[in-house]
């Protein structure tokens, strides 16, 4: 990577009014693993595609339940992850054990992106490697949110992030007028078929590295809950997706033989 006297320090303004240090750190998320978020009907679902190291080894496990409500995708270094997960986890237990209620998650991610913020001006500590989707239900509502390592944060109907994420964010953006009335079957197979667009080209979306989230409203607890799908119980979704897949293929090439057969009967 390009070095220049100015990507030294986080503290140090390059003369074009740039922290290269906080670019480097949004690159590490750009060259993470990719996950998407989308916003559903009372429901928000994540999809993550998890990396292998190497062959021998396991898969990185990349979505990470933080309470009953709230579960979070992770994009970039694995080990910030975990720190910002565990202050998110923190925060989530006391607002419960004080007030016995769930943490709102508009308030928890201002909290972390200040967090994010604080490392970018003090040159005793990097910036945080990572960026995380926060999808919540509370008493507002379904949300889905995102951090950078800047200390921004957004709100989202869908969003992807990470390696290859263009192409799922084409997709979520041809999409977007569907995902307000789907169920969570419908958002499942939305987030496969978009994730799918961001794996490598010589490899394809299997149960092994695929895994799905969903936070939803659980009438009979009476709130919020999380269900995070891993591995086997991903492959009936996976499944799905190609049956919808071969019935679009079969239907466009009917409609493509359908004008050659009006040719040959005039």
């Not at 994009?75 to 910002?84: C, F, H, K, M």
């Not at 041809?174 to 490899?203: I, N, P, R, S, T």
Request: one cysteine or more.
């Amino acid at each position: 990577m390009f070095r220049s006297q100015y990507d030294t320090d986080v503290t140090v303004w390059s003369p074009q009014g740039r922290l290269l240090q906080v670019e480097y750190a949004m690159e590490a998320v750009k060259q993470g693993s990719a996950c998407l978020g989308i916003v559903g009907e009372g429901c928000v679902v994540l999809a993550a595609l998890k990396r292998q190291p190497n062959e021998l080894s396991g898969y990185q496990r990349k979505l990470l339940k933080i309470d009953e409500h709230m579960t979070i995708a992770v994009a970039g270094l694995n080990a910030d992850a975990r720190t910002l997960a565990k202050t998110m986890r923190t925060e989530c237990l006391n607002h419960r054990y004080v007030y016995g209620a769930p943490l709102q998650g508009a308030r928890l991610v201002l909290d972390i992106a200040d967090k994010y913020q604080r490392c970018t001006q003090m040159y005793v500590r990097r910036p945080y490697g990572v960026g995380l989707l926060v999808a919540c239900v509370d008493a507002t509502g379904p949300h889905l949110y995102e951090t950078c390592p800047s200390g921004n944060y957004n709100e989202y109907v869908a969003v992807a992030i990470g390696a290859r994420a263009q192409s799922a964010k084409t997709y979520l953006e041809k999409h977007v007028d569907a995902f307000k009335g789907c169920g969570v079957d419908e958002l499942c197979k939305h987030a496969l078929k978009g994730l799918a667009g961001c794996v490598a080209g010589d490899k394809e979306l299997d149960a092994a590295s695929a895994s799905l989230a969903i936070v939803s409203f659980d009438a009979a607890a009476g709130e919020a809950a999380t269900q995070i799908i891993e591995d086997g119980d991903v492959q009936k979704y996976l499944d799905t997706v190609e049956i919808d897949a071969a019935a679009a293929q079969a239907e466009n090439m009917a409609v493509d033989d359908a004008p050659a057969a009006d040719a040959m009967e005039t």
